[in-house]
């Protein structure tokens, strides 16, 4: 049973292009959470999807980022327009059915912004 | 506004000493309580949960916490610890019924062989 998976695990940018993370959630798992880890930060919480819906976007910056989780594919995390600031490893949880379920994290996307 | 501390940064030890790691949030509400694990270069594993009951919670790795209610605290333990418990370690809030996790900044384990 395959965990969450996340790719690029790694990703190079220079400023001003965009970046794509990538959340494949666990078979059977239909809510997806991202979280930005800084450096010297704790995680922090981003935005939370369902399939096709977007929960909660609350620890989401109002320009430049936006997330989707369509009926078919993986859940996309879409940087435009990358600033040095934005260097950081994104993480990816899912869950069965509600925060109240245990979230399972993938292995994260380093993005570096040159 | 809700929020979640882990006092300290960066916790060095010897092999076989005790570990105690603080987590204090702040939250009023009744709240769901997580302790995860990140190893050098992997990602994030959980350690243990609460989310009601029996307040001393027995996780993986011979891991414990407490969750003791009227200190807001939810310190993790373990007795006697091991060169590979090596890792950073993070505590994690989710008020009930809210799909807010909030995670408290690390706390970074060093054992000496």
């Known amino acids: 049973n395959a965990g969450v998976m996340q790719n690029p695990r790694h990703l190079v940018r220079r400023r001003g292009q965009e970046a794509r993370l990538r959340c494949s959630p666990m078979?059977?798992?239909?809510?997806v959470y991202w979280y930005r880890q800084l450096p010297e930060e704790g995680l922090k919480f981003m935005v939370y999807l369902q399939k096709e819906n977007i929960i909660d976007e609350s620890g989401m910056p109002k320009e430049r980022f936006s997330a989707e989780f369509p009926k078919e594919g993986p859940s996309i995390l879409r940087i435009q327009q990358v600033v040095r600031g934005d260097s950081a490893a994104y993480f990816c949880a899912s869950s069965p059915q509600n925060s109240q379920e245990t979230q399972y994290f993938g292995p994260g996307t380093r993005l570096l912004v040159l | 506004a809700q929020s979640v501390s882990q006092h300290n940064h960066h916790v060095i030890l010897s092999e076989a000493a005790s570990l105690e790691l603080g987590c204090n949030y702040s939250?009023?509400?009744?709240?769901?309580l997580f302790w995860y694990v990140q190893y050098p270069g992997q990602h994030l594993q959980l350690l243990l949960k609460?989310?009601?009951?029996?307040?001393l919670v027995k996780g993986i790795k011979g891991f414990e916490a407490e969750f003791i209610k009227s200190k807001f605290s939810f310190n993790l333990r373990k007795p006697s610890v091991q060169w590979s418990d090596t890792a950073e370690y993070f505590c994690a809030v989710t008020p009930y019924n809210n799909n807010d996790m909030r995670f408290g900044a690390g706390t970074r384990l060093t054992v000496k062989p």
């Open positions: 078979k059977g798992h239909s809510h």
């Open positions: 939250y009023g509400g009744t709240v769901n």
């Open positions: 609460y989310f009601s009951g029996d307040p």
